[in-house]
Structure formats: structure tokens, C-alpha cells
């Protein structure tokens, strides 16, 4: 069976357990599975990217993915009033003095001669920066906080169509893999994935204490929507129309209707990223970052700049993280920063690109569908397995309930297994690089 073919096979296979779960557990549950899968392709192909393409090993996966959601919220929300009068610029103009502060201490470290002196300087204007930036920025956020904090006590956004912050989203995220790649991309490979393992983690620390920005723990809700609501179909005369001669009621119709919207966006976008990516691996730069991740050693000496190559992949999968971070807040509707755990973001993604095939955009796509449906659909089926396998114990029996009660336990267990057999049985994974 040629390459093609194989692929062809696999997706459809996936097409199958999609449509299988429509037919036995209704199309509501096909299409949410297929909507996230969606967004985990994304973010298996941004990964995919650095890992398959570079051998970067990046495991701050959520960190980027948290900028995408913030970007949603800044760019799409509304602004609240009064904040900006109340402390917005004195908040925008202390982080422009903090930003001043470390390009003066990177001048003088670049300029001054080395000696106590140029240590000297550097420590007093950290210190002196440090104090002028509290001093600007504490009263800013406590005027902006003090704004209603029950539904707002943040700046708000743009108000601006939220279709616009998913590029944004992908801006923010390379952004910070642009800062994060200048200072830890010359680290080895074990350190790199600690280094933005622990940036990660002060994104989020961030997005999590700063209420003025997105509210903190708060959440913020009602991020406006791509795609029409709900109620507003129900009450569609025309809507309510069609959904009766396909023989389904207004409620549900206006659902699916939704969810097939979402999916459409979902799909164009995945599209034109895997269209992009096969262009660029197809390229002489796609091989040369192939010859690079292969043999660094032999790639700069014939005159390739490594170190360069490295961030510019580093960002290219960043950003892809963040646009998928944006979509999966827009789909979701609010913005909550504590669910972005290392399990769900991190160890997943991971999972599903080396399920799919390192190397291979196609193998990473089909690894994010195949894993989301297996995270989502894992506990039910094992919770009728539970059920089926513990139907001749008696009721009220300590084992028969501890079975039971452990079914919600099946995901990490499939994972792992899952995880295990392919790198024991087939670790170039599913649709393997050429």
C-alpha cells in the first residue's frame, strides 16, 4: 500500500469513529469531539514543527496556548469604562518604564567596559527602574481593580471582531517565544525543556494574579462569538423552517448548527497551517532545518546558522500554539486561566504528535484527532467495561464499587498505554516522516 493510500485509510478510519459516535451517541457529542480535535491538530502541528522539524523539545506548550486565549480577551471584549482613566495609562506607561529599564541595563552591559564599574551601574538602574515602576504601577492597578470588581476590575479590550484575535493570538505567542527563544535556545535539549516548562508557568502565574489584565481566577465570560447564538436561531422564523423539514426541533437544530459553524472556521484554518507547513517541509528550508535537527555539528560547518534557524522555528511553532489557544477560548466562550494544565496541554499534545508521526504535518493532524476522541471517549467505554466486567459481583460489594468508581481513572491509564505500546511497537508512529 503506497504512502497515499495508507493516509487515505487512516483518516477515513478516523472519519468512522466520528461518525460512529454520532450514530450511538448522538451528533452533539461527534461534532464537540470534532471541534476540539480540530484545534488539537493545530496545536499537534505547532509542535510538529519544533519537534519534528528542529528537535527542539518544548514543553511550555500551554504557556503559548494561555497568550492565545488572553489575546481573545483583549482584543474582543469591550472596554470597561472609566478604567483607563482610573489607572489604564498609569499601568501602560509603568510597563513602558519597565521596558526602558532592562534596555538600559542591556546598554550599559553591551557598552561599558568590563570592570566593577559596568556591574555597579547595572545593579543601580535594575534597583532604581525596579522602585519607579512599583511606584507607577501599584496605584494604576488598585484605580482599575476598584472598578466593579464583581463583573469587570480589568481594562477590557478593543471590542473588535474576535476573528481578528486569533493572528493576534499567534503575535503574542511569538512574541514571547521570541524573547524565550533568545535567551534558552543556545541551552541543551533537557535544559530548553525545563526552561520553558518554568516560562510557561510564569505566564500563567501571571495571567492568573493580574486581575486588571483578564480578571484573573475570575475567568472573563461572554467573549462575543464568530458565529450566530443559539437563541437568536431559535427565534428565526426561517431557522425554525428548515430545521422542521430535516424533521429536528429548533433547540437542537440551532445546536448543531452552531457547532457545524465552528467546525467550518476550525477546518479552514487547519487547512491552510497543514498547507503552509507542507510548503515550507517541502522547501530548501524545510531541509535544511531536517539536515539541522539530523546533525548540528555538520549543518554549521557548512555554514548554517543553527542558533538563527532554531528561533525562527521556535516562533513559527509558538504562534501556531497561540492561534489555537484563541480558537479553543472562542469556542469555549470565557477565558479561564486555571484550566490550562500541564496534563491537557502539555503530555497531550506530546502524545498525539508522537501517536501520529514526529516529522509528518499529516501524522500530527490525525495523531490530535485520534487522541482527543480517545481522551473524551475513554471513560464511558471504560465505565461500561467496569460495568460488564463486574455484573456477576454483588451489589454493595467493596471491589464491585471500587471498579466502578475507577473507571473516571481510564484516561491516564489509556494514555500511558497507548503512549507505550507505539514507542515500543512503532515509534515513527502513524503516518511516519519520509
Not at 8 to 18: K, T, W, Y
Not at 39 to 57: E, H, R, Y
Not at 322 to 333: E, N, P, S, V
Request: with cysteine.
Amino acid at each position: 500500500m503506497s504512502q497515499t493510500m495508507r493516509n487515505v485509510v487512516l483518516f477515513g478510519l478516523m472519519g468512522l469513529l466520528i461518525v460512529g459516535t454520532g450514530l450511538m451517541q448522538g451528533w452533539n457529542l461527534a461534532l464537540t469531539i470534532v471541534n476540539m480535535g480540530l484545534i488539537s491538530g493545530v496545536m499537534a502541528l505547532g509542535v510538529n514543527l519544533q519537534w519534528g522539524f528542529a528537535g527542539l523539545f518544548n514543553i511550555g506548550v500551554m504557556g503559548f496556548v494561555a497568550l492565545g486565549g488572553l489575546a481573545t480577551v483583549l482584543v474582543s471584549m469591550p472596554a470597561t469604562p472609566g478604567a483607563w482613566g482610573a489607572g489604564g495609562i498609569r499601568i501602560m506607561l509603568s510597563l513602558v518604564l519597565g521596558a526602558a529599564t532592562i534596555v538600559a541595563a542591556v546598554l550599559v552591559q553591551q557598552r561599558m567596559e568590563k570592570g566593577r564599574m559596568r556591574g555597579v551601574a547595572t545593579v543601580a538602574i535594575l534597583i532604581i527602574g525596579f522602585f519607579v515602576f512599583r511606584a507607577a504601577f501599584d496605584p494604576g492597578v488598585e484605580g482599575v481593580e476598584a472598578i466593579n470588581p464583581a463583573s469587570s476590575g480589568n481594562l477590557g479590550g478593543l471590542g473588535l471582531p474576535v476573528l481578528i484575535a486569533w493572528p493576534v493570538g499567534g503575535l503574542l505567542a511569538a512574541g514571547a517565544a521570541w524573547i524565550i527563544g533568545k535567551t534558552a535556545l543556545g541551552l541543551r535539549s533537557d535544559y530548553l525543556a525545563i526552561a520553558t516548562l518554568g516560562i510557561a508557568e510564569i505566564i500563567l502565574a501571571v495571567m492568573k494574579n493580574e486581575d486588571w489584565l483578564a480578571r484573573g481566577v475570575k475567568n472573563v465570560i461572554g467573549i462575543p462569538r464568530p458565529v450566530a447564538y443559539e437563541v437568536e436561531l431559535q427565534q428565526d422564523p426561517g431557522f425554525i423552517e428548515r430545521a422542521a423539514s430535516f424533521g429536528l426541533d429548533p433547540v437542537g437544530a440551532s445546536t448543531l448548527y452552531v457547532k457545524l459553524s465552528y467546525g467550518v472556521l476550525f477546518a479552514l484554518v487547519l487547512i491552510l497551517l497543514l498547507w503552509l507547513a507542507q510548503r515550507a517541509l517541502n522547501s530548501p528550508w524545510g531541509r535544511m532545518m531536517r539536515a539541522i535537527r539530523d546533525n548540528e555539528v555538520a549543518a554549521e560547518a557548512m555554514g548554517k546558522d543553527v542558533k538563527g534557524r532554531h528561533l525562527q522555528i521556535f516562533i513559527l511553532g509558538s504562534a501556531i500554539c497561540g492561534i489555537a489557544g484563541a480558537m479553543m477560548t472562542t469556542l469555549d466562550g470565557q477565558l479561564t486561566p486555571t484550566s490550562y494544565q500541564p496534563l491537557r496541554f502539555t503530555f497531550l499534545v506530546w502524545v498525539m504528535v508522537i501517536v501520529g508521526g514526529s516529522g509528518n504535518n499529516f501524522g500530527a493532524v490525525l495523531g490530535g484527532m485520534l487522541i482527543w476522541w480517545l481522551w473524551v471517549m475513554v471513560e464511558p467505554i471504560g465505565l461500561w467495561l467496569m460495568q460488564v466486567i463486574t455484573s456477576g459481583m454483588a451489589d454493595g460489594s467493596w471491589l464491585k464499587d471500587h471498579l466502578i468508581d475507577s473507571a473516571a481513572q481510564m484516561r491516564l491509564l489509556t494514555m500511558g498505554v497507548i503512549l507505550l505500546l507505539m514507542l515500543r511497537f512503532n515509534p515513527r508512529g502513524l503516518i511516519p516522516e519520509r
